[in-house]
């Protein structure tokens, strides 16, 4: 491997929390979750970051219906929130306030 190419790979991966292996940055922003579909290895943490104008919240569930696996609270605009993803599993979430919109998942993997 060429040596720019290695180092850029290097500074990418240090200066891009997404890259990282044990953390993944899901944004909300225009009353959407960015990305909506997360694969993750166990143990990461998930931070959901609110961009957009309004408060939402990260429910986990399907179709407005918790299966109380973890729910966030609302998250104001420029906050965020953080969840450790210890098992294995399709852990499906939704935002109460947009249902019908906003809904997301993050599969965890070994």
Same mark, same amino acid.
């Given at each position: 491997?060429?040596a720019?190419?290695?180092?850029?790979? &290097?500074l990418?991966?240090?200066?891009?929390? %997404?890259i990282?292996? *044990?953390?993944?940055? #899901?944004t909300i @922003?225009?009353?959407a &979750?960015?990305?909506?579909?997360?694969h993750v %290895?166990?143990?990461? *943490?998930?931070?959901w #970051?609110?961009k @957009?104008?309004f408060s939402?919240d990260v429910?986990?569930?399907k179709?407005?219906k918790?299966?109380?696996?973890?729910a966030?609270?609302?998250?104001?605009?420029?906050a965020?929130?953080i969840?450790?993803?210890d098992?294995?599993?399709?852990?499906p979430?939704?935002?109460s306030?947009?249902?019908?919109?906003m809904?997301?998942?993050?599969?965890v993997?070994?």
């Amino acid at each position: 491997m060429p040596a720019f190419l290695f180092s850029s790979l &290097f500074l990418n991966c240090k200066n891009n929390p %997404k890259i990282t292996p *044990t953390e993944m940055i #899901i944004t909300i @922003d225009t009353v959407a &979750f960015v990305p909506e579909t997360a694969h993750v %290895k166990i143990n990461t *943490t998930v931070t959901w #970051i609110n961009k @957009d104008q309004f408060s939402h919240d990260v429910i986990s569930g399907k179709e407005d219906k918790s299966d109380n696996r973890f729910a966030s609270g609302y998250i104001e605009p420029g906050a965020k929130w953080i969840h450790r993803f210890d098992s294995t599993g399709s852990y499906p979430y939704f935002c109460s306030v947009h249902p019908w919109i906003m809904h997301g998942v993050v599969t965890v993997t070994k």
